[in-house]
């Protein structure tokens, strides 16, 4: 069957997005550690199937954008006295985020 296609704001390299909270009832490609969270795009990686819909059975999932983020890891984990020089790359699917 053929996806349908759903037309979506894009964001663009250098945006800056937060992580929507997920819910966790069902199936999430979202790593729980960056719900809530504020990070930086720094790639657009296309359009795919929304694997939320495709875990559900629909065949006909829309498609969504998906998004390389990084993410500074003292906003990840403020308590563990992380080095700001590393970075955190995680790829998000577009409807988990939302802007600032």
Do not use: C
Not at 1 to 17: A, F, K, T
Not at 68 to 89: A, I, T
Request: glycine share 8%; aromatic share 8%; charged share 25%.
């Amino acid at each position: 069957m053929p996806y349908n296609v759903i037309v979506s704001m894009r964001w663009q390299p250098g945006q800056i997005l937060r992580v929507r909270p997920i819910s966790r009832l069902g199936h999430s490609r979202t790593p729980g550690f960056i719900e809530g969270k504020i990070g930086r795009v720094v790639r657009d990686w296309g359009d795919f199937p929304d694997p939320e819909e495709l875990a559900r059975g629909n065949q006909s999932a829309p498609l969504v954008g998906v998004y390389l983020l990084e993410f500074d890891p003292s906003e990840l984990w403020p308590q563990k006295g992380v080095r700001h020089e590393h970075r955190v790359l995680v790829d998000v699917f577009s409807p988990n985020l939302e802007p600032l």
